[in-house]
């Protein structure tokens, strides 16, 4: 129950921000109310007098702005049943969609059968609403809102405003409001009232909030059996409704589900609750602070059968996801050496975790509906913040590389990043489609869960990862697209020197080219960079000079055979030392000998085994110290 007492004490600590919009992150509810998205809003007086009516907008945002469209997003009250509500008519107490708060809806749809269970569903609906209005904790804006809905007259009122539209026959057409039909379109109300001071907004005014809460929680203490909840200790009024929508491509997913025909059987219990006895205000915390998380914090994995991942502080200060593709990303600058880099990173998250305190942890969880109706805990860790924020420092400065990134000119040049957990999965298992790496979400997902171990729990980095990016990276004609392979290869090398480096319990591969590093994985990937370059750069005199080199070609070859395969390339570099001017080629020659020096130190037997993943870092060091030599001699 930690995950459980955790998302309490994160409510409690946040409890100031209950019921408050800012209009750029979604608010937290209260106990008794949800978030759900309004597609209209109806205005009256405090008389209950209809004044207007409009259908809400989706906000069209350019294709790089990443905050959220929070137009339609709404507090509402919610009861046990409602909250949860999957079938069956059990009508929210005040917003809700048309087929409940109208009274006349009856009359503008076809069947007999919808008829009956529309006048049903509108029936219940304002009983309930006429309960709240005329008790010890009713509100003005509750009474107007009844009076309005008694007259039956909502659907007329939004024909005449053109919000709703009707067919030929007088029925409500197909026309959606605001993307959603008729009968499921949710509508909120604004009161407007000369007499009172407060929020015309229904879904903003917090004394609103609080007297339906009041008013809920006497029902509810009457109503439900009392017990000692799980997670607070208190004698309280048990939940056996839990809500549900708290990852919102898992709506229909909950947290905690009884099954009451399974565990009341046989005697063993007189109520479903008594299974898992957590009180009513207990599960609202929970699920009220969750919810929020998700909706502000959460990072999603996969397209279609998705993992969500949060972390946070339970005292409300910001952190840092480890699954997320976007952290630092714009604040860190582009740092041309690791130094750089590293301190960038020690000034950014020293920066975050300044507003720690000794006390303050940091919490990490996955959800996945493991079903359509149960959503899973697959993940889940709690840190003392420094030794989190330690920890993604470590990561950060052991697990990078260079990667190309586009300057102000729209020239590529290399800057220092560290590969998000997304991307290392993706280049590690995906395939090319198209301009893009795709990967199918159940490998997607799994990978994933691994590498986050990798960041918050010290786990070393999979070998098999390592293994299948480097034979990723060592095809480079199967990538349409250089930006792909690109990547792929610096994603290779940033997990292959982070494994090395880890395994040898140093830094035995930086970031830079080691002549005197003598690994024959190493020496062999200089190597094959040598005799790339080489004809590389007598393509410039040539017409078809997109065609790929046969140090390219011949790469997969080379990792299983390098010996055998050098010869092969040896031979062939004989026709473009000709198109190469003496001292270049005296440079080529000296610089091969030198590394077949080291080389032959080794069986020949030895010298044609397979490549360790390390033949990278070799490849890519002595590449980027070529193209470097031959731009400071220009």
Known sequence: MSWISTLCETYDNNIDKAGTYDGQTYPLSMDSHILANARLEITIDDDGNFIEARELEKIKKDKNDKTNDLSGVTIIPVTEDSGGRSSGIVPHPLCDTLSYIAGDYAAYVPGKKDKEKALEKSEKYLENLKKWAESDYSHYKVRAVY???????????????????????????????CGETAERAMARFIIRS??????????????????????????????????????????????????????????????????????????????????????????????????????????????????????????????????????????????????????????????????FSESDKVVLISLEAATTGRLSVTYYNELIASDFMERMTRWSETCCWYFKRKNSEGKYRDVIRTPDTKSIVKYAFGMEQGKFVELGDKVFKEQVQRIVHCIADKKPVPRDIVYV??????????????????????????????????????????????????????????????????????????????????????????????????????KKLIPYYKQTDLASVEYYKSLIGGIIEQLQTDSPAKLNMPLRETYLLGYYHQRKEMFTKKEEDK
């Not at 007329?156 to 959606?176: C, P, Q, T, Y």
């Not at 903003?204 to 008013?215: A, I, M, N, R, V």
């Not at 063993?268 to 929970?286: M, P």
């Open 194 to 355: 000369p007499e009172h001071d407060e929020t015309e907004k229904c879904w903003e005014d917090k004394t609103l909030f609080q007297k339906f809460s009041e008013y809920y929680n006497s029902l509810i203490d009457d109503v439900n059996y009392h017990d000692i909840c799980y997670v607070s200790g208190e004698d309280m009024a048990v939940c056996c409704n839990h809500p549900k929508g708290i990852v919102p491509s898992s709506y229909g997913a909950k947290m905690v589900c009884i099954n009451t025909s399974n565990f009341v059987s046989l005697g063993r219990f007189i109520a479903g609750g008594e299974t898992c006895a957590v009180g009513y205000d207990s599960t609202q915390k929970v699920h009220n602070a969750l919810s929020w998380l998700v909706k502000n914090q959460g990072c999603v994995v996969g397209s279609k059968d998705k993992r969500t991942y949060i972390c946070w502080c339970p005292a409300g200060k910001p952190t840092i996801n480890p699954v997320d593709t976007r952290w630092g990303d714009e604040e860190l600058g582009g740092c041309d050496t690791h130094m750089e880099y590293k301190e960038e990173i020690e000034k950014l998250f020293n920066g975050k975790s300044g507003v």
């Open 147 to 177: 009076k309005y809905l008694e007259k039956k007259t909502v659907i007329a009122d939004l024909v005449r405003e053109n919000v709703v539209e009707l067919d030929s026959h007088g029925m409500i057409s197909s026309k959606k409001i």
């Open 469 to 570: 990016l480097m034979h990723k990276a060592s095809n480079p004609q199967s990538y349409k697209m250089w930006m792909n392979y690109q990547n792929v290869l610096s994603t290779a090398c940033a997990m292959t020197a982070k494994y090395y480096n880890d395994l040898e319990g140093k830094v035995k591969y930086g970031m830079n080219l080691d002549k005197n590093n003598t690994d024959r994985s190493y020496l062999f990937g200089r190597l094959l960079a040598i005799a790339e370059i080489i004809e590389y750069r007598t393509y410039k005199n040539d017409a078809g000079g997109g065609r790929l080199t046969n140090a390219t070609q011949l790469q997969s070859a080379f990792v299983n055979h390098p010996w055998h395969t050098w010869s092969v390339l040896e």
